[in-house]
């Protein structure tokens, strides 16, 4: 901010309406870049996808959670690691169990018995969608997570609407 002359009454107006002029074109200039700058973030994250009335109670969040807990529950081969559910499809993240010792389990093996429970979700047009995680830690030691997400009606597969966007949420679950 520029300092206002201390002189005559119409000229510190000037100044400050001057300075109020240049303030306003920032201002736009801002909002402009806001604008372009979140609709590069849409484009490369995708855009949120709502829970409609249509979506079936097996898919919807509390179902999910519960059939999810009810097949990897505490103390298992494979856990539940993390879950994010705040829009269209929840995306779960499966684990090792840590506290167990011995081979590693199938994680791809656990979410196919999970997604293959007609008795849990039908036998209507179910889409599965996965990303896998492997990481190395400080002791050299490896772990692995599985990302996953389960849409009715062929949302997950090609020319489906979800798939960027769970991309994007996948990575914010499994980190890098």
């Given at each position: 901010m520029g300092s206002a002359p201390s002189g005559d009454?119409?000229?510190?107006?000037?100044?400050l309406e001057a300075e109020l002029a240049d303030l306003r074109r920032a201002h736009g200039e801002a909002v402009a870049q806001t604008t372009e700058m979140t609709a590069a973030l849409r484009s490369a994250e995708g855009a949120p996808v709502p829970w409609t009335p249509d979506i079936p109670v097996a898919f919807r969040a509390e179902a999910f959670e519960r059939a999810l807990q009810d097949a990897f529950p505490d103390g298992g081969p494979v856990v539940l690691d993390a879950l994010d559910?705040?829009?269209?499809?929840?995306?779960?993240?499966?684990?090792?169990?840590?506290?167990?010792?011995?081979d590693a389990p199938d994680l791809q093996a656990a979410l196919r018995s999970f997604a293959q429970d007609e008795g849990r979700w039908g036998q209507g047009d179910m889409g599965v969608w996965a990303a896998a995680?492997?990481?190395v830690e400080p002791d050299g030691s490896s772990s692995r997570r599985l990302a996953f997400a389960m849409a009715p009606g062929g949302r997950l597969g090609?020319?489906?609407?979800?798939?960027?966007?769970?991309?994007?949420?996948?990575?914010?679950?499994?980190?890098p």
């Open positions: 009454p119409g000229e510190r107006i000037a100044a559910c705040a829009e269209f499809p929840c995306v779960a993240v499966l684990a090792p169990n840590p506290d167990l010792e011995g995680s492997e990481s090609p020319g489906g609407d979800l798939g960027p966007r769970l991309d994007w949420r996948s990575e914010a679950l499994l980190g």
